[in-house]
């Protein structure tokens, strides 16, 4: 059964975080999607290609973990990338996805690694666990592929391997990021984009010491 | 016979993304025009030398599809760069006319190819028709004419060619942009517009490689 | 004699261009000036040392066109490069001088020049009596002085053997910029700070070629 | 004892400033504290942990100038390098704390020197004593320390022997800034990340000349 007052909460509040996230250019026309877990089998997903800047409630749409559908309306392509962190990660409680130009260009940019390792940034302590600058988080990057389902088991692969870390990069796509709630992810998703956009710039430099 | 009330809506919205557009500093200092399509042989455009973040409906002028006004007051003088358009391609409902500073500075960079080569961006699949990363969409760049015929039948000749595709760039001038209706334009603007920045950060690496 | 309700209504003006220009990080750090004409013989000018983007109708005096004060307070301690621009040009109503990023970065790496020579942008026709992308505007540069009445003078014998144009730049310092009314400053403050924001960025792949 | 009505006037206007900040991208993900001076003995500085743009009267905490609570809540961690600051310098009365992109940036670009040199802009006038842009400020840049006892002596032992100044950077962390009041400290800090923004700017094109 959906608990259809706390659905709706959800659904306001994701809007909410849309606004914002659109009026920062990172969700440019109609791209990205977001959710929120309902309870431990099931999670609100914003609907397929809705303007994220302009959500209202009958936009999202309450999914199982496996992706399917449990309220009416047509959920997000990506929804299988959000259902799998939730299965990964039973503390977390919300994904968001978004194409800001710095994740965009950097995907493209870093080319033959598989991570992008940061490091001595005090902003590092905006994740959980992370307690000082002298740290290393590495967000990893995958190959983007339309097949929704082998890219999230793709990804479902690297963490069952790796340590936990707040988000991952799709290249020429975006970034996917996490947190135990809302304001968690929203913490997450502004260090994640501020300390690549830092790495983007330094890379101006280095790049031109290595020709 | 003009549908007053229909005109009336149209100049509206057409207010209403004008002042979003100005507000991203897409169309200073007066630059910039829009259109819409009213029925099969005419459409509303913007007067001339009007502050586009500012339009009132008295702003706005009835055309015929070869660029003659039907109602009161000077339209824009690049109308028949819109009207050629909505001959050509008998689906699309609106047009945008942008300077931003990235397709500005873009298209007077870009100089010995006459399109700019999109590709393996997910946000390709803003555009209508396209489903994967994985194509190819090309934005054809044009030489500045202040013979706003002779520029018009230029871009018609070219699509008599070449596949048709959401927008062009004339260079150190800007970019025109079409859709379905306003809001299927607005987002294939802002997709273009996202995705030449990335092509321009990219171009500043690429460039150094070059060297 | 000063018409209270002229200078009120002019003081509301400019105090709305300032917070537009303070939102847009023109004006940082009590930075800038304004002041439009009053009558063929005087200005209102901001007073020395002010918030611009909080300015009140008290924070302007009226000063004639040797920069003196004609109403109480302490007028900008620039004032005398805003009057000696309405002596040189009768036509205009407007001067404001803003110290936006670009034009402060610009003005200290283009150091070989005494002037900008913008050309090839249809952006070029927001200027008085250009109608044509293909016109050149020299932007004028002149090294910064605490000498204010020594730079103003400096200036104004520029003009006196160049050709007129929108605006000229100072060395570590900013832009001043005019026109017939406000609107027309503004208007043209934008077109300058656009096309200034495309030749920097133009510059750094040129600076590459040069190497 | 502490004056209630006084703390709260100082809690308010610390937020509204704190929102300011928080629109700009200064202070992302929790980052930044912020704090003024109460009496000659104590001040108030934000909680440990908050949302810098949505903070609210008791979300700040009363100190003394040894960074001890006198008020209930747990101050930030860095409350020390705040306090130190009003220990060193009897005459100011706010301090602020940014993680602006700026200043993150040229903070860990700038390597071998101990201190940015910033001469030849005339927005060096924004700061108390500097009556000519023929000045030089140098900002000290510190190494990143978890020991925040240890980087406050750092600071204070650094100022012991150099002349005052309205700023440090702290490498891959932030700025911070320091005024008679809060208001000159926000135009301090205005100044301090506009310039910087210029010089980093420049380092772009001197870095180029290097290679």
């Not at 309220?71 to 299988?80: D, I, R, V």
């Not at 988080?137 to 097949?147: S, T, W």
């Not at 809302?182 to 956009?197: G, K, T, W």
Request: with cysteine; glycine share 6%; hydrophobic share 35%.
């Amino acid at each position: 059964m959906i608990d259809s007052k706390y659905f709706y909460q959800q659904a306001i509040a994701l809007a909410a975080a849309g606004e914002e996230l659109y009026q920062r250019g990172w969700v440019p026309a109609t791209s990205g999607n977001f959710s929120t877990r309902l309870d431990a089998s099931s999670a609100i997903v914003t609907a397929s290609g809705k303007h994220k800047g302009r959500l209202s409630p009958t936009d999202f749409i309450a999914v199982d973990l496996n992706a399917q559908p449990i309220s009416e309306g047509k959920p997000s392509a990506e929804t299988e990338l959000h259902t799998r962190l939730y299965q990964r990660f039973p503390n977390i409680g919300a994904v968001l996805h978004c194409h800001s130009p710095v994740v965009t260009i950097i995907s493209k940019l870093v080319k033959p690694r598989d991570a992008i390792t940061l490091s001595d940034y005090e902003l590092l302590k905006a994740f959980d666990g992370i307690d000082t600058h002298n740290s290393q988080v590495d967000i990893p990057l995958f190959d983007n592929n339309q097949d929704i389902s082998a890219l999230a088991k793709q990804v479902d692969n690297y963490f069952s391997k790796h340590a936990s870390c707040p988000a991952y990069l799709i290249r020429g796509h975006g970034v996917y990021c996490w947190g135990d709630d809302l304001d968690s992810c929203m913490r997450n998703l502004e260090a994640v984009d501020f300390l690549l956009r830092c790495e983007l710039e330094l890379m101006r430099f280095s790049h031109g010491d290595q020709q």
